[in-house]
């Protein structure tokens, strides 16, 4: 019983002793400077994807005519005609429901002021603009 204990304990110290070699190995040796490291730049892709991201929460919030409307008119570019005969409604309410989807969009804090932006340049001209 005491041999065994004792084997147990080599094993132990064997495997303490070569994960704190495996640590001293990979130990990178930090420098000091004045100031701290710029950050890397945030690539235009990743950029995309949290906009996407952030849209896309966004979209969820809407109440569903609504965030159906948004996404025929201006993701999938139907005409008010197109989304009015899809949802079984007439134009002018595609037309209400788009503006307050729009206005919602445009006050989600997840938003970026790009991504407001290029909601605003898709309404079109005197329709669904801030009141």
Do not use: H, I
């Amino acid at each position: 019983m005491q041999a065994e204990q004792e084997a147990q304990f080599q094993e132990f110290v064997m495997l303490v002793s070569c994960n704190s070699d495996r640590f001293r190995k990979r130990r990178v040796a930090e420098a000091l400077t004045a100031s701290p490291p710029e950050r890397a730049g945030c690539d235009d892709a990743v950029r995309r994807a949290d906009e996407r991201s952030a849209l896309l929460g966004a979209l969820g919030g809407l109440p569903p005519r609504q965030r159906a409307v948004v996404v025929m008119r201006y993701w999938e570019d139907l005409s008010e005609a197109e989304v009015a005969e899809v949802l079984g409604c007439s134009p002018g309410t595609v037309k209400s429901q788009a503006a307050k989807g729009l206005e919602k969009l445009r006050r989600y804090p997840g938003l970026t002021r790009a991504m407001d932006g290029s909601l605003r340049s898709r309404t079109p001209s005197g329709q669904g603009g801030t009141r």
